[in-house]
């Protein structure tokens, strides 16, 4: 066992202690920071192994929050259920949304997405859809009970739930990355044309990708509806999309773990800044961002890769092929010399 196996076991049992060590409102941040990190996993599915720039998560966060609502208090149907339903409705969605922007990459693409972080809350807020929505006055959440008699209490159970979910999100993201699904998305990001000329359907790949990303995000909007009990369309504007894309940099792309980090940067950070100075919190918000790009351009992960280098597997081949008689060199193979 690696270094890096163990201490994802250590991280993992630490998570769980977390809300019998902590208490009250603690217990509740530590819940944010976890639902903050499934959406900035499925964030990284996109952006860190397939290459797509993406603003718009913010409305697939809302999506997932406003159907766990209506199967909640319209179809008066388990808060299980809600899961399935948000995230089937936003990969579908996701999904779509990915054909469109096809032809579209970089920078245009972040301001196809943008539009979409733009135009939700003003369409959740209009009349015809206020009996779902609540329009601007929001709606209630009913928050779940603790199944089974368990000697939990609410904040406990509702933050071992969003851990159970984090695990699970976090485990489907790994047999992704090391799946053939997984591997052709990350040739599409390191050079589209040659994965295309291998015989990847890119259309496909990114697409999925999309629709993944999306899936999380909507999971990930389920849980904040049922913890904070309340939601509203201005709770989901721009700037959480652009939250979630500071996460993503912060804990490193394409780095499954540094979504908790980049989670806890997001939820702890701007409070931290905030007890310096309210009025210049913005301003340190955005010089300590600064700052620690300049320190670790790659965020944590690349802090990570810097103190414990991951060792070459067996079936490395960028090494060249030992010779015969014992040299270092590749072996060369021409005429035979008389």
Not at 11 to 33: D, E, R, S
Not at 177 to 186: P, V
Not at 241 to 270: E, K, Q
Request: hydrophobic share 55%; aromatic share 12%.
């Amino acid at each position: 066992m690696n270094i890096r196996t163990l201490s994802l076991i250590i991280l993992g049992i630490a998570l769980v202690l977390v809300p019998f060590v902590l208490k009250g409102y603690l217990v509740f941040q530590a819940t944010t920071i976890v639902i903050y990190a499934i959406a900035i996993m499925g964030l990284n599915i996109l952006t860190g192994l397939n290459g797509q720039i993406a603003l718009g998560h913010g409305a697939f966060f809302a999506m997932g929050a406003y159907l766990m609502a209506i199967t909640l208090n319209v179809w008066e149907l388990p808060f299980y259920v809600g899961f399935p339903i948000a995230g089937v409705a936003c990969f579908v969605f996701g999904f779509l949304f990915g054909f469109p922007a096809l032809r579209l990459e970089g920078v245009y693409l972040a301001l196809a997405t943008f539009t979409l972080a733009v135009a939700v809350p003003p369409v959740l807020k209009l009349s015809f859809l206020e009996p779902v929505t609540g329009g601007v006055m929001g709606t209630l959440v009913p928050a779940p009970t603790t199944p089974f008699g368990l000697p939990l209490g609410q904040d406990q159970w509702m933050y071992l739930l969003t851990l159970l979910f984090l695990f699970l999100m976090y485990g489907m993201a790994q047999a992704l990355k090391s799946s053939r699904s997984g591997r052709a998305m990350m040739a599409i990001r390191d050079n589209p044309i040659a994965a295309r000329a291998m015989g990847i359907n890119v259309a496909l790949y990114k697409t999925l990708a999309f629709g993944l990303s999306a899936l999380y995000a909507g999971i990930a909007g389920c849980l904040s509806a049922l913890v904070i009990q309340f939601i509203s369309a201005d709770s989901f504007t721009f700037f959480l999309s652009v939250y979630l894309i500071v996460g993503l940099v912060v804990g490193g792309a394409a780095w499954f773990p540094g979504a908790l980090i980049g989670g806890a940067y997001i939820v702890l950070v701007p409070n931290l800044v905030e007890t310096f100075s309210p009025p210049l919190a913005g301003s340190f918000y955005g010089l300590l961002l600064m700052v620690m790009m300049l320190i670790i351009p790659k965020g944590a992960s690349g802090l990570i890769e810097k103190f414990f280098p991951r060792r070459p597997s067996a079936s490395d081949t960028s090494r060249p092929a030992p010779r015969e008689d014992g040299g270092d060199g590749p072996v060369t193979i021409g005429r035979p010399g008389r």
